[in-house]
């Protein structure tokens, strides 16, 4: 499965993103998708995962609260709804799928990875 990822951008502290995971090659419903971040010198870390019928959700503290992650799987889409942005938010922003399908939040139980989306958050 082939995954790409979108919607990052430039926004003020306090605004809202929705970046999107499309995939191609094999439906997504097949997968459990993750995203992650990094930020410049810092290693990836986990954001949210859900599950491949959705029923199993993961957020990083960092972001619970703030943040929604959803499939729309007849559109072999993934989102990630960000709002109440942070500075601390800026980072690359990248969605991963694993077929074992639980939406873990370890980056190691991905075996297929997008490109990556800048999201960047002036204080």
């Known amino acids: 499965v082939q995954l790409q990822a979108s919607g990052g951008g430039l926004v003020q502290a306090g605004g809202s993103l929705r970046l999107s995971c499309a995939a191609s090659g094999r439906a997504l419903s097949g997968y459990a998708v993750g995203w992650f971040r990094q930020a410049p010198g810092k290693e990836r870390e986990s954001v949210a995962a859900?599950?491949?019928?959705?029923?199993?959700?993961y957020y990083a503290d960092s972001v619970k609260g703030r943040t929604t992650i959803s499939r729309d799987n007849a559109k072999n889409t993934v989102y990630l709804q960000m709002n109440s942005l942070k500075p601390e938010d800026t980072a690359v922003y990248y969605c991963a799928a694993e077929a074992g399908g639980l939406g873990s939040p370890s980056s190691y139980d991905y075996e297929y990875w997008g490109q990556g989306t800048l999201v960047t958050v002036s204080s």
């Open positions: 859900i599950s491949r019928a959705g029923g199993i959700i």
